[in-house]
């Protein structure tokens, strides 16, 4: 079975510039999830749908950040304009219905902005 | 809050020693904790979860993590390390109402041959 899919898995792009990170779940999971990476920061819940509803979004950084589930098999989490500190990588979870506490991780998104 | 604490940025051990990663949870009651693991250039994979019960909980890849309330320790264990073990292992916590997954900082571990 695949896993969670996520494209591009780099991605360089210079600042100011939009940034679309795609993330695919698992089949059959009803809960997504997006991370974010640093050394600084660690491993950060940057927010979290279930049902393709967004259910907790208080870790978006800021209005910069903005993400969108349109269907059970496709996420994108979306950067506008995008900074210098954005450089990270970015994971994104899914899990399935009834046990939101058991992940599975996608490969991640490495993000440079120049 | 919730939350986990690992104190070992980086361990190294030699193959075929034992390990022992540290993990200290900050929770009034029984926490939901899991143990992951991230290899270079790899997302996380879970390598064992305790939610109630024995509180001696085996993993996938011959790990196994003890549950002592009285310490609020989680710690993770293997008897014999392998080469392949050398990644980075995250203790995590569910917060948020059984929605959110709070990580600790992580360990690197290193193996010598």
């Known amino acids: 079975d695949a896993g969670v899919i996520q494209s591009p898995r780099h991605e360089v792009t210079e600042m100011g510039q939009e940034v679309t990170l795609r993330c695919k779940p698992i089949?059959?999971?009803?809960?997504l999830f997006w991370y974010r990476q640093t050394m600084m920061r660690g491993l950060e819940l940057l927010i979290y749908?279930?049902?393709?509803?967004?259910?907790?979004d208080s870790g978006m950084p800021e209005d910069r950040f903005s993400a969108k589930m349109p269907n059970a098999s496709f996420s994108t989490l979306k950067i506008q304009p995008s900074e210098p500190r954005d450089s990270a990588v970015y994971f994104c979870?899914?899990?399935?219905?009834?046990?939101?506490?058991?992940?599975?991780f996608g490969p991640g998104t490495r993000l440079t902005v120049l | 809050a919730q939350s986990v604490t690992q104190p070992d940025i980086h361990i190294t051990v030699s193959e075929g020693a034992s390990l022992e990663l540290r993990c200290n949870y900050s929770y009034g009651a029984t926490p939901y904790l899991f143990w992951y693991v991230q290899s270079p250039g790899q997302g996380l994979q879970l390598l064992l979860k305790y939610f109630s019960g024995d509180t001696l909980v085996q993993g996938i890849k011959g790990f196994e993590a003890e549950f002592k309330r009285s310490q609020s320790s989680f710690n993770l264990r293997k008897p014999s390390v392998h080469w392949s073990d050398a990644a980075e292992y995250f203790c995590?916590?569910?917060?948020?109402?059984?929605?959110?997954?709070?990580f600790g900082t992580g360990t690197q571990l290193k193996v010598e041959l």
């Open positions: 749908f279930n049902n393709n509803v967004p259910i907790d």
């Open positions: 995590a916590v569910v917060t948020g109402g059984g929605n959110k997954l709070t």
């Open positions: 089949s059959g999971h009803n809960s």
């Open positions: 979870a899914s899990s399935p219905p009834g046990s939101t506490d058991t992940q599975y």
